[in-house]
């Protein structure tokens, strides 16, 4: 169903429901931005309608009263209605609403949608794996320059200095792939409490993790352009994130 708000005087839309979270996790609109859809009487402010809305049939136990029942989304055990309040298709209950109000201020992220993350903890996050990958290849290399150096006028030199150049590109490749396709994110993302994930928030697979690593590659080689590229995107998408259809989201 489509929604509208309100910007001052100026009425916009109709966007969706998914695009209007985006707006209240952006903090383009908040608690007091006043909204409408088809079948209301008149417009409200969002925090009003948090508070308000009719429960949707298909989130709650049936029964009468206090039998009537609906999963918490954050907590996820199940209240009565009358003990819970509602956003959209999230319910939320008396334990966790002050957390959620708190959200909502700031700007909500509703459950099942995604808190992307921007592009300076992005980059402490990449900071953080070059360190890492740095150290790991400088303690490879270092048997490998001795017998290099040892094997200075011999053919094995030229064998070496291509190995080194093999583990140049193996290294950062294997650290991710492994790293993003187990666990959803590297160490460096692990420390600053992010993860990638796909467009349905799903996990990433080997395969994509693999190729996402050489797709940033192209962020790179463009004068890091597709990595500038998250600062402005409305979903914090780099270059790479386009090209593999993945986001990088808060934990």
């Known amino acids: 169903m489509d929604w509208y708000y309100a910007v001052g005087d100026q009425q916009i839309g109709p966007i969706s429901k998914a695009e209007l ?9 908040n608690a007091h931005t006043r909204v409408w859809r ?3 009487k008149d417009w409200q402010e969002l925090g009003r309608l948090v508070k308000e809305t009719d429960p949707t049939p298909s989130a709650i136990t049936p029964g009468s009263g ?3 029942q609906a999963q918490c989304s954050e907590c996820g055990k199940s209240f009565a ?4 309040i509602r956003f959209g298709e999230s319910w939320v209950c008396a334990a966790c609403k002050p957390l959620f109000v708190q959200k909502f201020k700031e700007g909500l992220t509703v459950a099942g949608t995604m808190d992307y993350a921007g592009f300076w903890i992005r980059f402490g996050a990449k900071f953080i794996d070059w360190i890492i990958i740095g150290g790991i290849s400088f303690i490879m290399f270092i048997p490998l320059g001795f017998v290099m150096g040892a094997a200075a006028r011999s053919s094995s030199s030229t064998i070496i200095a291509v190995l080194i150049q093999l583990l140049n590109w193996v290294i950062p490749a294997v650290y991710a792939t ?3 396709g187990k666990f959803g994110a590297t160490p460096g993302k692990m420390a600053c409490r992010i993860k990638v994930v796909t ?3 799903q996990r990433v697979s080997y395969p994509r993790a693999l190729g996402r690593h ?3 590659m192209l962020s790179s080689i463009i004068l890091f352009i597709g990595y500038i590229m998250a600062a402005f995107d409305d979903q914090k998408r780099t270059l ?3 090209i593999c259809d993945t986001r990088v989201i808060r934990r």
Do not use: C, P
């Open 66 to 68: 206090r039998s009537r």
């Open 199 to 201: 467009a349905a928030n």
């Open 38 to 40: 088809a079948g209301m």
């Open 240 to 242: 790479h994130d386009r």
């Open 21 to 29: 979270q985006a707006l209240i996790k952006t903090k383009k609109i």
């Open 214 to 216: 050489f797709a940033e």
């Open 178 to 180: 492994w790293f993003v």
């Open 81 to 84: 209605l009358d003990d819970m």
